[in-house]
C-alpha cells in the first residue's frame, strides 16, 4: 500500500509538472500572438512603399525598409512636429485653405498649414516623389516605384489619394476645434458653437493635448481610435486644431480593404462625423 502510496503522489508530481510546462508553453504563444497581432499595422496597409508591400503593385524594389519613406532615426526635419520626419517639409507651399470659400458655416480660425498636416501633404500633395527623403536607406539607393494605383513611374503620388495643394474641397485642416473658445485657460469649458462635442483633455510631459472620446460611453483617456486633435499657439494662446490626423491613422492596419482611407474608426452610421458634429 505503501508504494502504491508513493506511485500516485510521484504520477500527481509528473502530471502538474506536465500541466505547468504546458502552461507556460501556452502563455509564451500567446504573447507570441500579441506580438505578432502587435507587429502588423502599416506592413499590411498602402503606406509600406517597400518592397515587402504586398496591398498592390506600388512596392519599390529597392529597399525592404518600411519605415524609412516617413521617418529616419537621425537628422529629421526638426520643423515636422511629428516624430524624426524624413522629407524636406521647406520644400512645400502655396495651399489654398477652405477659408476661401467664405463660407458661413466655418466659425473656426483657420491658421496656415502645418503641424502634422503639413507632413501628410508632403506625399499627398501629388508633387514630391514619395521616395524623395532627407536620409536614403543605405548607399545606392534609388527611385524603382512600380507604376500602380497609387503612385506614377516616377514615385509621385497619383489617383485618388491625391489631395493636392487645392484644399478648398476638403475637410478644413488648421482650423479651431468647435469654432474655438478652448484654450490652455478654460481646458473644460464649451466650445464656441454648441453642435461641437466638448473634447477631453489632459497634460502629457507638461504639454496640453486634446483629443474626442469615439466610445458610446467616454472612458476620459486618449486612445488611437479617438479623434485626436494636435495643440498650436497661432493665435496667441494654447489650442487644439482639427488636422489630417484627426480622423486618419497613418499606421492603422488595412484587414483585407477593409480601411483603405485609414480612418481612426468605421464611418459606419457617419461614425467619424458625429464624434465631433452634434447633428
Known amino acids: 500500500m505503501k508504494d502504491l502510496i508513493l506511485q500516485l503522489r510521484s504520477l500527481s508530481a509528473g502530471v502538474i509538472t506536465l500541466i505547468f510546462a504546458v502552461s507556460i508553453i501556452a502563455l509564451g504563444l500567446l504573447s507570441w500572438t500579441d506580438v505578432q497581432a502587435q507587429a ?18 506600388n512596392a519599390n524594389a529597392n529597399t525592404a525598409d ?26 512645400l507651399g502655396g495651399f489654398t485653405t477652405y477659408d476661401t470659400l467664405g463660407t ?3 466659425d473656426g480660425e483657420i491658421v496656415p498649414v502645418g503641424s502634422v498636416s503639413i507632413a501628410c501633404l508632403s506625399c499627398h500633395d501629388g508633387v514630391q516623389a514619395m521616395d524623395s527623403m532627407i536620409n536614403e536607406p543605405g548607399s545606392g539607393f534609388d527611385s524603382a516605384f ?27 485642416i488648421g482650423v479651431q476645434y468647435g469654432g ?3 484654450t490652455d485657460g478654460a481646458l473644460v469649458g464649451p466650445t464656441n458653437d454648441i453642435d461641437f462635442v466638448v473634447p477631453g483633455n489632459d497634460v502629457i510631459n507638461g504639454n496640453t493635448i486634446w ?15 479617438d479623434m485626436q486633435l494636435y495643440t498650436r499657439n497661432d493665435l496667441g494662446n494654447i489650442e487644439p486644431f482639427v488636422e489630417c490626423a484627426s480622423g486618419h491613422d497613418p499606421h492603422v492596419e488595412d484587414v483585407a480593404g477593409s480601411n483603405p482611407t485609414f480612418l481612426r474608426v468605421s464611418n459606419a452610421g457617419s461614425a467619424v462625423c458625429l464624434a465631433c458634429h452634434i447633428k
Open 40 to 57: 502588423v499595422g502599416i506592413i499590411n496597409t498602402p503606406h509600406n512603399l517597400s518592397s515587402t508591400n504586398t496591398t498592390g503593385p
Open 66 to 91: 518600411v519605415c524609412v519613406f516617413c521617418h529616419t532615426p537621425h537628422g529629421g526635419d526638426t520643423s515636422a512636429s511629428v516624430p524624426l520626419w524624413n522629407k524636406d517639409l521647406s520644400l
Open 104 to 106: 458661413s458655416s466655418n
Open 146 to 172: 512600380v507604376p500602380g494605383v497609387w503612385t506614377t513611374g516616377g514615385g509621385v503620388m497619383s489617383g485618388d489619394a491625391v489631395i493636392g495643394n487645392d484644399l478648398q474641397d476638403d475637410h478644413p
Open 180 to 182: 474655438g473658445g478652448i
Open 211 to 225: 483629443w474626442v472620446d469615439t466610445e458610446t460611453t467616454p472612458n476620459g483617456t486618449r486612445q488611437k481610435t
